[in-house]
Each structure stands twice: as structure tokens, then as C-alpha cells.
T-cell receptor, first 113, second 116 residues
């Protein structure tokens, strides 16, 4: 059974550009959530989607957005990139049970120059 | 506000020995879940173990066990018989009380190093 797949794994952008990251959840999983990991702020929740609807959102500016498609695949977008957006972006998926067990991907490492 | 505290930035343990990684949490919600994840240098977050706030027994998964002390609001991870491959960052996390949410609050992590 394939795990959570994130693409691209690594990318370099310059300030002011925008970026789109993709996440394919485990087959059968309907819930997808996104996290940002930085050395300074640690792991922070960005948002989560279930059945194409945003169910919860973290405390991030509007430059951070996401969506989920009918096949449960999700994308997140960051517009007008800033140096501080350099981070590892992790996607997680779950069946959506009360155990809350989340399966994470390997992440997309974004560097903003 | 919900909070997870991991007070050990780094831990060393000899191979085949047991090690305990500390985690305390703060929440006013009676319903919550506690998790431990392992993050090797590759970056992937690997699920290790889960404990629900209403679970009567401590969770165990192979060499991992969670020492859940509800009154003290602690959820320490115990790794028995450490292996070299256990060297990684370990994160404690809490899920808020709302049902069917994947929002986790993470601690700052503990870097575990296992030596021969």
C-alpha cells in the first residue's frame, strides 16, 4: 500500500514568487492536513481538508491557501513568498477516525532566496 | 490554551538499553488524544503510538509504550531495547477535543542518539 506522496521533494524559489505543493494521500483516506516545520517555530498546523472542504485552519496569513480535489489529493499554495516561508511542509492523511492516527509524507522542503 | 512540553532537547542511550522521553501537556478539554512520532533525518514523520484520554490502559506498540499519567498530565514514551536505528527526533503531540479533526499540537521534540 502506497504511503502519502508529496511533490516536489525539494524546491528553490525567490522572494515574491509563488509555489504550489502537492499531496496524494493514502488510498481510501479522505482527510488531508498540512503542517509547516521550521527550526524557529517548530511544527505548526496550517489547515486540513475533508471531502473537499476546509475543516480547520491554523494561524497563518492569507498568502497560504489550499484545496482538496474529489480524489482527496490536496494542494497548498503560498503566494508572494517571503524568506521566512523557507520550511519543510508536511502533509498527512487519515481515514478520519477518532484515533486520529495520521500518516505523514516525507515533506516538501522549500527554500526561499 | 493547549500546550505540549518536551523538556529534553537531547538524550543519549546505549544500544539495548531502555530510554524514557518526557512529555507533559496542558488542556482543559476532557477529550483529547496523545501521540508520539519519530522523525529521522529524511524528514518523514513516523507514527509510533497513540493514547486516548479515556483509555484505561497504557498504550503499547512493540518496543514502544506510553506511560500515561492523567492526573499529572504526562505522556512519556518508553523505548525498550534501543536500537541504532532509533536515533532520530521524537515529537509528542496532542489532538484537540473536537471529533474528527487532524489538527495536532506538537512539542519541540527530543533528539535521541543511540550509541553502540
Amino acid at each position: 500500500k502506497a504511503g502519502v506522496t508529496q511533490t516536489p521533494r525539494y524546491l528553490i524559489k525567490t522572494r515574491g514568487q509563488q509555489v504550489t505543493l502537492s499531496c496524494s494521500p493514502i488510498s481510501g483516506h479522505r482527510s488531508v492536513s498540512w503542517y509547516q516545520q521550521t527550526p524557529g517555530q517548530g511544527l505548526q498546523f496550517l489547515f486540513e481538508y475533508f471531502s473537499e472542504t476546509q475543516r480547520n485552519k491554523g494561524n497563518f496569513p492569507g498568502r497560504f491557501s489550499g484545496r482538496q480535489f474529489s480524489n482527496s489529493r490536496s494542494e497548498m499554495n503560498v503566494s508572494t513568498l517571503e524568506l521566512g516561508d523557507s520550511a519543510l511542509y508536511l502533509c498527512a492523511s487519515s481515514v478520519d477516525s477518532n484515533t486520529g492516527e495520521l500518516f505523514f509524507g516525507e515533506g516538501s522542503r522549500l527554500t526561499v532566496l | 490554551a493547549q500546550k505540549i512540553t518536551q523538556t529534553q532537547p537531547g538524550m543519549f542511550v546505549q544500544e539495548k538499553e531502555a530510554v524514557t522521553l518526557d512529555c507533559t501537556y496542558d488542556t482543559s478539554d476532557p477529550s483529547y488524544g496523545l501521540f508520539w512520532y519519530k522523525q529521522p533525518s529524511s524528514g518523514e514523520m513516523i507514527f509510533l503510538i497513540y493514547q486516548g484520554s479515556y483509555d484505561q490502559q497504557n498504550a503499547t506498540e512493540g518496543r514502544y509504550s506510553l506511560n500515561f499519567q492523567k492526573a499529572r498530565k504526562s505522556a512519556n514514551l518508553v523505548i525498550s531495547a534501543s536500537q541504532l536505528g532509533d536515533s532520530a527526533m521524537y515529537f509528542c503531540a496532542m489532538r484537540e477535543g473536537l471529533p474528527y479533526t487532524d489538527k495536532l499540537i506538537f512539542g519541540t521534540g527530543t533528539r535521541l542518539q543511540v550509541f553502540p
